[in-house]
């Protein structure tokens, strides 16, 4: 699992809608560097350092896994999306949104776009009023005294009023969802989108055990010979694990993630099986399948034949190089009707087409907050 780092942040805002301001900076915050832990309230004080409206502030923690100087960098980001313009000038001035980290876990940061702690935090009471309501009892790392002991010392006298109005908290993925499945076509990517979750989100992960199936390598090689043993035994071994794992109650995860559906046994059988075979087959599947757990999402990751057919030769399976795209469409197809038909499923379906989720951050990023706001 990931190493997850806390970290405190001001926001402030004194333009247009500036509790949206602040709701929207919390949802991006949210979807794009980690999970806020608490908030604080919203506190009202006047322009500091300049002429100008007066600020809601508010102080939030937030764990990432995250460098201090790449989280400043989302951070700046997410301020343009709030829609933050930047004057060339260093003065003070109005703004839609600013946010500053002002502790990273007890790290002492000195670098050119980057000084933690922040250097005017215990300065400034709009500061540290909302982190002492959330934070009172941390030590600031370099001065090595509580938080709520520089509220009470503070020599600012500016006023600092509470609103009366909360901002909501960014709901988690575990706190929506408590079994979710991840499908797509063969070299779509779900094995590795699973592993990323569960190792950010500490989920228990069920792993497809296609590797361990004796019959794959041989029906590659002769389809019609072992079409029916393979999908007989690879729906005997979903089944077995699924009712397995999802039965089993793990306390230290916060919910279950899996790289497959058990009802892709059905997709591939319509696919390999002849009449008589697949009518058997669908027998034993229906019997099973009403007594498997439904996943809460089921994320459908669509991939272009082109992509697949890349990332099938990319990693590199001898007994999979031989798979051609009409073979990958019928696949897609066989998802597609089940997705059109099956509407008591909860179902999520990404184009990842363009996107290099394992490699580019970004990408992962963008898939993580749609599976969070389904």
């Known amino acids: 699992m990931k190493t997850e780092r806390i970290t405190y942040l001001s926001l402030g805002t004194n333009q247009g809608n500036k509790a949206e301001n602040l709701q929207n900076a919390i949802q991006q915050i949210a979807d794009k560097a980690g999970t806020i832990q608490k908030i604080s309230s919203i506190y009202k004080t006047t322009a500091w350092g300049f002429e100008g409206d007066d ?44 946010i500053d980290i002002l502790l990273f876990e007890d790290e002492i940061i000195f670098s050119k776009t980057l000084i933690v702690p922040h250097p ?136 279950v993630v899996s790289d497959y559906h058990i009802f892709k046994s059905l997709i591939f059988a319509q696919i390999t099986l002849q009449k008589e075979e697949y009518i058997l087959y669908r027998k034993m599947f229906d019997i099973m399948y009403k007594e498997i757990t439904k996943p ?35 696949i897609h197809e066989g998802y597609k009707n089940f997705i059109t038909t099956h509407k008591d499923l909860k179902v999520l379906i990404i184009d990842v087409s363009y996107l290099d989720f394992v490699a580019n951050n970004e990408d992962y990023r963008k898939i993580l907050a749609q599976i969070t706001n389904a």
């Open 55 to 98: 600020f809601f502030n508010i102080c939030l923690a937030l764990t990432t896994h995250f460098s201090a100087e790449k989280l400043m960098e989302v951070l700046l980001n997410i301020e343009l999306n709030v829609g933050r313009v930047r004057k060339d000038s260093n003065n003070y001035s109005d703004r839609v949104i600013d």
């Open 120 to 255: 005017k935090m215990l300065l400034r009471n709009f500061v540290l009023i909302p982190l002492a309501e959330i934070a009172g009892d941390i030590y600031h790392p370099v001065e090595k005294r509580q938080i709520a002991t520089y509220l009470q010392n503070s020599t600012d006298s500016s006023e600092v009023l509470l609103i009366d109005k909360r901002l909501e908290m960014p709901k988690t993925i575990a706190e929506k969802y408590n079994y979710i499945a991840i499908e797509g076509n063969i070299g779509a990517g779900k094995t590795s989108l699973a592993k990323l979750i569960s190792d950010e989100l500490n989920a228990k992960l069920v792993l497809e055990r296609f590797a361990d199936n004796p019959f794959l390598p041989k029906f590659y090689e002769d389809q019609e010979r072992y079409a029916f043993p393979l999908e007989m035994s690879f729906l005997a071994d979903r089944y077995q694990q699924l009712s397995d794992d999802l039965a089993q109650l793990d306390l230290f995860k916060n919910f």
């Open 296 to 330: 809460d999402l089921y994320v459908y990751l669509y991939q272009n034949t082109l992509g697949l057919l890349e990332n099938i030769k990319k990693r590199g399976r001898d007994y999979e190089q031989n798979i051609k795209g009409d073979y990958l469409q019928k």
